[in-house]
């Protein structure tokens, strides 16, 4: 038994050991998206956060921003954007600048 033990660990020793091969493959991570939230305040008329929607977010039609209008007063908030860091950052900071209270950027 002892000799078979030993022819075994013999025969490992000498066998040359193959690595996997690693893999070329990529992995890519999006980006992650960040949501631009507008928060219910006591000061702002429901025009004036209508008309910062359009004016400061693209895409925005009247109707839509009337919408969230209303969910931010009746619900407390709303996501009036998601989409990269970058233009979440400037939408966010324009929105400040026009007097809405706004939530942090927060990734969705």
């Known amino acids: ?25 990529v992995t890519r991570k999006p980006y992650p998206n960040y949501k631009v939230i507008v928060l219910n305040d006591d ?35 709303a996501i009036v954007w998601i989409g990269p860091q970058e233009p979440a950052e400037l939408y966010h900071q324009q929105l400040r600048r026009a007097g809405l209270t706004m939530a942090p950027l927060e990734a969705a």
Not at 1 to 25: C, G, N
Not at 47 to 53: G, I, N, P, T, Y
Not at 59 to 69: H, P
Request: hydrophobic content about 40%.
């Open 1 to 25: 038994m002892v000799t078979r033990l030993s022819a075994a660990v013999s025969a490992m020793a000498t066998t040359p050991t193959i690595a996997p091969e690693r893999s070329s493959q």
């Open 43 to 77: 000061f702002n008329t429901f025009q004036h956060v209508a008309e910062c929607l359009m004016k400061y977010i693209p895409g925005m039609t009247s109707d839509r921003a009337w919408e969230l209008t209303n969910q931010v007063h009746y619900e407390g908030q």
